[in-house]
T-cell receptor, first 117, second 111 residues
Framework: EAGVAQSPRYKIIEKRQSVAFWCNPI?????LYWYQQILGQGPKLLIQ????????DSQLPKDRFSAERLKGVDSTLKIQPAKLEDSAVYLC???????????????FGPGTRLTVL | DAKTTQPNSMESNEEEPVHLPCNHS???????IHWYRQLPSQGPEYVIH???SNVNNRMASLAIAEDRKSSTLILHRATLRDAAVYYC????????????FGPGTSLSVIP
């Protein structure tokens, strides 16, 4: 079974530039998550999709971050314009999420390491 | 804020058992306890989860206190490949309660 795919793996940009990350979840997984992980911290949830609908984006800085999941499969996360504090690893995860979430297992991709200069 | 607290770091000798503690004093009756680990330069990976009873799988064992306010992840024989950050998180019953990761425990394994 193929895992969660993310690209690019690394990206270096200057502040005020734009950047986009792509994620392809495990086939058949209804739920997709984007996390931001700053060095030394645990992942922080930015947005959660169930199929192609947003179920939680309360921690997404909507003035600069946007995300979409067209057709309920792959997803893109965009930052426009980037700030220095956006330097982090951006992780995508997916899960089957049927019924109760209590036993749901998330499968993470390798992440995209973003450096903003 | 994370609903769990863990030590920042721990050390273990190779081939010895490791007990990684987690406190979750505000756990609700329907929260499952999940453990993930993150190897260097990789995304987190699922390790184990449980509700009330102790659980075993090929990776680890999970011991849950009778009052469920704490749990312990047990690696029976630590290897160098077990060096990682270990996260203890609570999964709520409803799908709309977000998962909150704390900073986790960084485990070092000494050869």
């Amino acid at each position: 079974e193929a895992g969660v795919a993310q690209s690019p793996r690394y990206k270096i940009i200057e502040k005020r530039q734009s950047v986009a990350f792509w994620c392809n979840p495990i086939s058949g997984h209804a739920t997709l998550y984007w996390y931001q992980q700053i060095l030394g911290q645990g992942p922080k949830l930015l947005i959660q999709f169930q199929n192609n609908g947003v179920v939680d984006d309360s921690q997404l800085p909507k003035d600069r971050f946007s995300a979409e999941r067209l057709k309920g499969v792959d997803s893109t996360l965009k930052i426009q314009p980037a700030k220095l504090e956006d330097s982090a690893v951006y992780l995508c995860a997916s899960s089957v999420l049927q019924g109760s979430s209590s036993t749901d297992t998330q499968y993470f991709g390798p992440g995209t390491r973003l450096t903003v200069l | 804020d994370a609903k769990t607290t863990q030590p920042n770091s721990m050390e273990s000798n190779e081939e010895e058992p490791v007990h990684l503690p987690c406190n979750h004093s505000t756990i609700s009756g329907t929260d499952y306890i999940h453990w993930y680990r993150q190897l260097p330069s990789q995304g987190p990976e699922y390790v184990i989860h449980g509700l009330t009873s102790n659980v075993n799988n090929r990776m680890a064992s999970l011991a849950i206190a009778e009052d469920r306010k704490s749990s312990t992840l047990i690696l029976h024989r630590a290897t160098l490949r077990d060096a990682a950050v270990y996260y203890c998180i609570l999964r709520p019953k409803t799908s709309y309660d977000k998962v909150i990761f704390g900073p986790g425990t960084s485990l070092s394994v000494i050869p």
